[in-house]
């Protein structure tokens, strides 16, 4: 719940500002239908990765290596090619509940659409969380692979989320 509520409150704090881009799959939507240009992606998709960077550290500072297993990715079970699908139908509900809250004008009213960001997170991570850590999020992925050096199924963090971004985003 921590991650859709902390989401939908910097997207209803940000939102105004950049188009609470915090996520490179949902910048990449943006991208596939022309919703904004290429050089303002780039300058986003640097700024979303070094800022899974950098939280990443604060929580390796914090917790040293006892947080390693919770923050790090990791598909279980299930498998890679599972996990990939998981990763891709997350993210197609995450983008839906961007381009109908935030992006569109005869959506959810956009006062509001941190609320809809952040419910479909939370429901994202209790359903995905327990079967491949439901990053939904190349730089969420990016960030805590770097700082722990642990890059198992790594590829299906930044593969899945943007071919779901993608659909989700020209689909709707």
């Known amino acids: 719940l921590a991650n859709g509520l902390a989401?939908?409150?910097?997207?209803?704090?940000?939102?105004?500002?950049?188009g609470g881009h915090f996520n490179p799959a949902?910048?990449?939507g943006f991208v596939a239908t022309r919703r904004i240009n290429l050089q303002l992606a780039v300058a986003y998709w640097l700024s979303q990765f070094?800022?899974?960077?950098?939280?990443?550290?604060?929580?390796?500072w914090f917790?040293?290596?006892?947080?390693?297993?919770?923050?790090?990715?990791?598909?279980?079970h299930i498998g890679a090619g599972k996990?990939?699908?998981v990763e891709i139908i997350l993210t197609i509900f995450l983008v839906l509940a961007v381009f109908s809250n935030a992006v569109d004008e005869g959506g959810a009213f956009k006062s509001i659409a941190g609320l809809g960001i952040g419910l479909t997170i939370s429901i994202d991570v209790l359903m995905g969380g327990p079967l491949?850590?439901?990053?939904?999020?190349p730089a969420r992925a990016f960030g805590p692979q770097l700082i722990f050096n642990s890059w198992s199924d790594g590829w299906i963090y930044y593969?899945?989320?943007?071919?779901?971004?993608?659909?989700a985003a020209c689909g709707y």
């Open 63 to 76: 917790f040293h290596r006892i947080v390693a297993p919770g923050v790090v990715p990791h598909v279980t």
């Open 26 to 28: 949902i910048t990449l």
């Open 50 to 60: 070094a800022g899974a960077v950098a939280a990443a550290a604060l929580l390796r």
């Open 83 to 85: 996990g990939l699908v």
């Open 132 to 137: 491949t850590g439901a990053a939904m999020n």
């Open 7 to 18: 989401i939908g409150l910097m997207v209803s704090n940000f939102g105004h500002i950049s």
């Open 159 to 167: 593969v899945g989320p943007c071919i779901g971004a993608v659909i």
